[in-house]
């Protein structure tokens, strides 16, 4: 799990609503690590699946590419140690 150091200001960058959306990164840990430590290998590995499906499901009408995007990005983080 990675933890922001509090005591640095936060990076100014563009949004990055695929890798790093600004509304899941609020506080020290990001959603999706809170989500991880909250669940099992397994649930986890279910959860991202789930999300890489609907992503997928919705593209041609809500999303386009992003959505295409962010399931590979579900996927890819399923699968990263």
């Not at 100014?12 to 020290?28: C, E, F, I, M, R």
């Not at 699946?49 to 399923?78: C, F, P, Q, T």
């Amino acid at each position: 799990m990675t933890h922001r150091n509090v005591t640095q200001p936060w990076p100014d960058k563009s949004p990055d609503n695929v890798n790093n959306p600004a509304h899941y990164t609020q506080g020290l840990v990001e959603c999706i690590e809170a989500i991880q430590s909250a669940l099992t290998e397994e649930e986890f590995r279910g959860y991202c699946k789930g999300n890489a499906m609907k992503y997928i499901w919705r593209e041609k009408h809500k999303g386009g590419d992003e959505s295409l995007a962010k399931a590979v990005w579900y996927l890819n983080r399923r699968y990263t140690p």
